[in-house]
């Protein structure tokens, strides 16, 4: 079996005598343009396989150049929030130490005032008198309330 299927893929045992070298020659000259096509075919396929594979990274190299544009826009966007929101936030300490000395002030007073109030029944004016407000004039504000303004809180 062996040996037909080398004679049947020689082929130039089944031509005539007659010119036979040339027919053999003439079939390898086939079979060597068949195997040059065959090969330029399979050359040609290899370089659009390339070519397409290249395509493929060139596109995938812009996507991904462009999700990084926006992941650096978004980056971008954050910090600058990020930057105002911590100016927001030192103003708003600051603020709030402004407010908390103001209401340790406005304690003193109604301390001093308090203990002026005292003083009134002792009859004893020096009392008192290392207090933000005279004792003698004290009597106008025990009573009213402290107010805030609404420009306070703005920044």
């Known amino acids: 079996m062996a040996s037909s299927s080398g004679t049947s893929s020689g082929g ?3 031509l005539p005598n007659s010119g036979s070298e ?3 020659q003439l079939v390898m000259d086939q079979r060597k343009k068949k195997r040059m096509l065959s090969n330029r075919e399979s050359a040609r396929r290899s370089r659009m396989r390339k070519q397409k594979h290249l395509d493929d990274l060139m ?3 812009a996507q991904l150049r462009n999700e990084n544009n926006q992941i650096l826009t978004r980056i971008n ?3 600058h929030n990020y930057l105002a929101i911590e100016a927001e936030n030192s103003v708003l300490r600051a603020q709030m130490g402004e ?3 103001s209401l340790q002030s406005l304690n003193q007073i109604i301390h001093c005032l308090n203990v002026n109030s005292n ?3 002792t009859e004893d004016p020096l009392n008192g008198a290392d207090c933000f407000m005279n004792p003698w004039n004290s009597s106008i504000y025990l009573n009213q309330p402290i107010m805030a303004s609404a420009d306070i809180f703005q920044y």
């Open 99 to 101: 407010l908390n000395n």
């Open 119 to 121: 003083s009134f029944q």
């Open 77 to 79: 966007m954050t910090s």
């Open 12 to 14: 130039s045992t089944l």
């Open 59 to 61: 596109a995938q190299v």
């Open 22 to 24: 040339e027919d053999l």
